[in-house]
Nanobody, 126 residues
Framework: QVQLVESGGGLVQAGGSLRVSCADS????????IGWFRQAPGKQREFVAA????????RYADSVKGRFTIARDRAKNTVYLQMNSLKPEDTANYSC???????????????????WGQGIQVSVSS
């Protein structure tokens, strides 16, 4: 069973960087696409970025394009989200999710994902 655990969140000043990680303790998500989503207080959860099982297909939300980079290390069963040039509006709880069927045109669709991590807080101060 896929068991996702996020790590690496925290507090950073605007303009700074953070890297959050999504690891699979069940060592099963090599065949899964992994997506990152975030939810700010009082707002709906939104898509951030996703990567397919092989790392050959990647998609970003327009709001993070050019600032965030998603990558996966298959040997370590881990997907990373490198976040640069952070803005206060990036403050949210970030969750990773795994899907066996999501692809580039459905990466943004939360209903495509079967497994979710608990989430991790990222806070950006102005």
């Amino acid at each position: 069973q896929v068991q996702l655990v996020e790590s690496g969140g925290g507090l950073v000043q605007a303009g700074g960087s953070l890297r959050v990680s999504c690891a699979d303790s069940g060592r099963r998500f090599r065949g899964y696409a992994i997506g990152w989503f975030r939810q700010a207080p009082g707002k709906q959860r939104e898509f951030v970025a996703a990567i397919n099982y092989s790392g050959t297909s990647i998609r970003y939300a327009d709001s993070v394009k050019g600032r965030f980079t998603i990558a996966r290390d298959r040997a370590k069963n881990t997907v990373y989200l490198q976040m640069n040039s952070l803005k206060p509006e990036d403050t949210a709880n970030y969750s990773c999710a795994a899907s066996q069927r999501a692809y580039y045109y459905t990466f943004f669709d939360m209903s495509e994902y079967s497994y979710w991590g608990q989430g991790i807080q990222v806070s950006v101060s102005s």
